[in-house]
Nanobody
Framework: QVQLVESGGGSVQAGGSLRLSCPDS????????MGWFRQAPGKEREGVAA???????SYADSVKGRFTISRDNAKNTLSLQMNSLKPEDTAMYYC?????????????????????WGQGTQVTVSS
């Protein structure tokens, strides 16, 4: 696998915002899906958001209306804008690339089909 590097994590109070970014690998397929996952202590990894090469998006129900995933194909970057953060959003967040389309967040899946993963960036939301 090619390692990706996330940035933008940190600690915020409930109601605050953070923006996560992840550069894409030069070895990834530009027409494949990209996504964000998260894993809290003692929990399974879960999909947060996904986006295809045309900008079509999919979100977990828990983040709809609060998170926005985007990609810049020219710059090979993937971003996740997180607004109205809640304590339950606290987790390690991972970017992932090269899931064959269609690109959909499916409850109960951990995204092992993605070819490339970042090392994770911690997001902590306090009450």
């Amino acid at each position: 696998q090619v390692q990706l590097v996330e940035s933008g994590g940190g600690s915020v109070q409930a109601g605050g915002s953070l923006r996560l970014s992840c550069p894409d690998s030069e070895y990834t397929y530009s027409d494949y899906c990209m996504g964000w996952f998260r894993q809290a202590p003692g929990k399974e990894r879960e999909g947060v958001a996904a986006i295809d090469s045309d900008g079509n998006t999919s979100y977990a129900d828990s983040v709809k209306g609060r998170f926005t995933i985007s990609r810049d194909n020219a710059k090979n970057t993937l971003s996740l804008q997180m607004n109205s953060l809640k304590p339950e959003d606290t987790a390690m967040y991972y970017c992932a690339t090269d899931l064959p389309p269609p690109c959909t967040v499916v409850p109960g899946t951990i995204g092992d089909e993605y070819a490339f993963w970042g090392q994770g960036t911690q997001v902590t939301v306090s009450s």
